[in-house]
C-alpha cells in the first residue's frame, strides 16, 4: 500500500511560483502513472496533471497548460508539481494521485494523498 503525502503548500501572492512535492512510502511510484488534482471551495475536485509511467507523457488541464508542470525523481520517489504565474483561482487543495489511468479520471486513482493547501493572495 503506496502512501503518499504532500508539501509544499502556503500563501503565495498572485503572480508568483510554487513547488509542490508529494513523497511515496511503502512502496515505489516509479511504474505507476502519476497525477495531481486540485479542490478549489465550493467546487468539485478537479484532475490537473499527469505523468505516465515511462515518465514520456504529461497530461494537463487545458485552463493550466504553459503554467503548471509535473515531474518525477524515481530516485527520490517523490512526484513535483510546478506552478507559475499564480492566480487566485488557483486557491484549492492540491492532492498527489497515484496510480492513475490514463488519461487520468479521478474515479480510477489507487492511491491518495492527503492534500496540501495553496492560497494564492491577490
Known amino acids: 500500500q503506496v502512501q503518499l503525502v504532500e508539501s509544499g503548500g502556503g500563501l503565495v501572492q498572485a503572480g508568483g511560483s510554487v513547488r509542490l512535492s508529494c513523497g511515496a512510502s511503502?512502496?515505489?511510484?516509479?511504474?505507476?502513472?502519476m497525477g495531481w488534482f486540485r479542490q478549489a471551495p465550493g467546487k468539485e475536485r478537479e484532475f490537473v496533471a499527469a505523468?505516465?509511467?515511462?515518465?514520456?507523457?504529461?497530461y494537463y488541464l487545458d485552463s493550466v497548460k504553459g503554467r503548471f508542470t509535473i515531474s518525477t525523481d524515481n530516485t527520490k520517489n517523490t512526484v513535483y508539481l510546478q506552478i507559475n504565474s499564480l492566480h487566485p483561482e488557483d486557491t484549492a487543495v492540491y492532492y498527489c494521485?497515484?496510480?492513475?489511468?490514463?488519461?487520468?479520471?479521478?474515479?480510477?486513482?489507487?492511491?491518495w494523498g492527503q492534500g496540501t493547501q495553496v492560497t494564492v493572495s491577490s
Open positions: 505523468i505516465s509511467w515511462n515518465r514520456g507523457s504529461t
Open positions: 494521485a497515484g496510480r492513475t489511468g490514463w488519461p487520468p479520471r479521478q474515479n480510477e486513482v489507487r492511491y
Open positions: 511503502r512502496g515505489t511510484i516509479s511504474t505507476y502513472n
